[in-house]
């Protein structure tokens, strides 16, 4: 898989990670993102963690930021995993067995940010969803450590 630093200026290649924008949300914005894995590789995550997080990017007046904020908390996303799984805040009957969905409430994703996005001015979170498989089905004591998502959320000032 292609890897590009997060903080590459978005080119919409299909075949290189650039770390585009993933969502953008308004300040009060709520939205539940359904992940579905590759089911070659991923025939059953339920006995897997899904661990998501979003951490402040630097404020510069608007700009994608090219780093973390010194003064940063990561906020971790709610993972809701299919029905039978040892992991997870929640449970979803409708999820197959390689699905699940994250959370974001922007309201308190922001509650850890330092700067609030202004008019014409967003601010930035660098999101990082990892799956980690440590069982031992495969005759062996070796952990896997997947990272699917690495990329950017967008925080608009909403005006309503």
Do not use: C, W
């Amino acid at each position: 898989m292609a890897r590009a630093r997060l903080t590459a200026t978005a080119k919409h290649d299909l075949n290189k990670d650039n770390g585009v924008v993933l969502l953008s949300m308004t300040e009060a914005e709520k939205h539940l993102l359904e992940v579905s894995l590759n089911s070659t590789q991923f025939t059953d995550i339920r006995t897997m963690v899904v661990t998501a997080k979003v951490i402040e990017g630097v404020d510069s007046d608007g700009d994608i930021p090219e780093s973390i904020s010194n003064s940063a908390t990561a906020t971790t996303i709610p993972v809701i995993m299919p029905s039978g799984s040892s992991s997870g805040d929640t449970e979803d009957s409708t999820l197959a067995n390689n699905e699940f969905k994250l959370y974001f409430n922007a309201t308190t994703i922001l509650a850890n940010f330092t700067v609030q996005p202004r008019l014409n001015k967003p601010v930035y979170g660098f999101l990082s969803v990892v799956i980690d498989d440590n069982s031992t089905s495969i005759g062996t004591t070796y952990e896997q450590h997947f990272e699917l998502i690495r990329s950017r959320v967008e925080f608009v000032k909403s005006i309503v």
